[in-house]
């Protein structure tokens, strides 16, 4: 089992990066494209230096996946039982319009599950952290911010959706089947952006997030995790199988967490 004090060091790479987050959300950035025309921040950089930096003197035997640093094969990634995957600016397009909503995100991967993940929203100072047995929410700055406290979600059932059901949505990439799909739910649609999606499912806020087209697992493996250690999980489109990571290409088949 992934115990929290073995991953220690975790929470203070976690405020190390969240802080460089912020003190460029709150100055200035420089903004850039990737070859996939989705923009790049100084920040992301930034914060993702911190973190590779941070696991490699303490896991230096994990090898690590990173959204802005993708150097193994396919070949090579089959030999790993586990591995750290990690976003160190989920949400850049919220980021960058400067819209809260945005993480850092490590997860830990282990034969293809996420078993661990930590989730950070620099903006309203939450640190949420995840294993397989138990997920919990804490202050990513100061204590006296607000007390720790165990994450289970909210007791809901799929096939009994209402008008009082939550559904959540992307705020800056809510295509037309998505609209379409959730209207015929008939619940009510929050748009929250990045992996606080998963969060606030685990936390209570929300209780369903439908993603009708790919996605790159890092942007969703330590939310996974999260909302794993609350009693939920991430299927694959409308069946009852837990999605995986570590795919060729690193993209996720539709799915929908609750």
């Given at each position: 089992m992934n115990?929290?004090?073995?991953?220690?060091?975790?929470?203070?790479?976690?405020?190390?990066?969240?802080?460089?987050?912020?003190?460029?959300?709150?100055?200035?950035?420089?903004?850039?494209s990737k070859e996939d025309a989705t923009p790049v921040t100084s920040a992301d950089l930034e914060a993702n230096q911190i973190i590779m930096d941070g696991l490699r003197e303490y896991y230096p035997e994990i090898p690590?996946?990173?959204?802005?640093?993708?150097?193994?094969?396919?070949?090579?990634?089959?030999?790993?039982?586990?591995?750290?995957?990690?976003?160190?600016?989920?949400?850049?397009?919220?980021?960058?319009?400067?819209?809260?909503?945005?993480?850092?995100?490590?997860?830990?991967?282990?034969n293809g599950l996420a078993v661990l993940g930590f989730v950070a929203v620099p903006v309203t100072g939450e640190l949420f952290v995840g294993n397989t047995q138990e997920s919990w929410v804490t202050p990513l700055w100061n204590k006296e911010d607000f007390q720790s406290r165990r994450l289970i979600k909210e007791s809901w059932d799929l096939n009994q959706m209402n008008p009082e059901s939550k559904i959540l949505v992307s705020v800056l990439h809510f295509d037309q089947p998505t609209e379409?799909?959730?209207?015929?739910?008939?619940?009510?649609?929050?748009?929250?952006?990045?992996?606080?999606?998963?969060?606030?499912?685990?936390?209570?806020?929300?209780?369903?997030?439908?993603?009708?087209?790919?996605?790159?697992?890092?942007?969703i493996a330590a939310g996974h995790a999260i909302l794993k250690g609350a009693l939920g999980n991430v299927y694959l489109w409308k069946t009852k199988t837990e999605l995986r990571y570590g795919s060729s290409l690193f993209e996720t088949e539709p799915f929908e967490a609750y």
């Open positions: 115990t929290f004090a073995e991953w220690a060091p975790i929470f203070e790479i976690m405020r190390k990066a969240s802080q460089a987050v912020l003190d460029s959300y709150k100055s200035d950035f420089t903004v850039s690590i996946i990173s959204e802005e640093i993708q150097n193994s094969s396919i070949e090579e990634r089959s030999s790993w039982n586990r591995f750290f995957l990690i976003d160190p600016i989920d949400g850049t397009s919220e980021f960058v319009a400067h819209q809260g909503d945005f993480t850092v995100n490590i997860a830990l991967i282990e379409e799909y959730v209207s015929s739910l008939g619940g009510t649609v929050l748009p929250i952006g990045s992996s606080l999606k998963f969060c606030r499912i685990a936390d209570g806020t929300a209780n369903y997030y439908p993603r009708l087209r790919k996605l790159h697992e890092w942007d």
